[in-house]
């Protein structure tokens, strides 16, 4: 049974910074594309960055600079460090894992979201 465990959200004033982690089991990690999502309340899903197997990234424009997304396939861990954080990336952060990347039909898994809370 694949698992995907966000941890690290919390309340945080803006400017401050917070890493994320999401802890996947029951697949083979190394093969995934690795991306984090967040969706803030009322609007629509938004994806925030993507790690490729190979460790190559992109990021969203509204964070690029300020969040980085990176991978541990020892660990089978996914993260994203956020920093200089405002208050309009409060928001729930989805981790997905979508693969294997060289099927044909992947699979998507999701994990149960952690909150973010940018305020004073």
């Known amino acids: 049974q694949v698992q995907l465990v966000e941890s690290g959200g919390g309340l945080v004033q803006p400017g401050g910074s917070l890493r994320l982690s999401c802890a996947a089991s029951?697949?083979?990690?190394?093969?995934?594309?690795m991306k984090w999502y967040r969706q803030a309340p009322g609007k629509e899903r938004e994806l925030v960055a993507t790690?490729?197997?190979?460790?190559?990234?992109v990021t969203a424009d509204s964070v690029k600079g300020r969040f980085t997304i990176s991978r541990d396939n020892a660990k089978k861990t996914v993260y994203l460090q956020m920093n200089s954080l405002k208050p309009e990336d409060t928001a729930v952060y989805y981790c997905?894992?979508?693969?294997?990347?060289?099927?044909?039909?992947?699979?998507?898994?999701w994990g149960q979201g952690t909150q973010v809370t940018v305020s004073s």
């Open positions: 997905n894992a979508r693969g294997p990347y060289y099927a044909n039909q992947k699979n998507d898994y």
């Open positions: 029951g697949l083979t990690f190394s093969v995934y594309v």
């Open positions: 790690v490729q197997p190979s460790s190559s990234t």
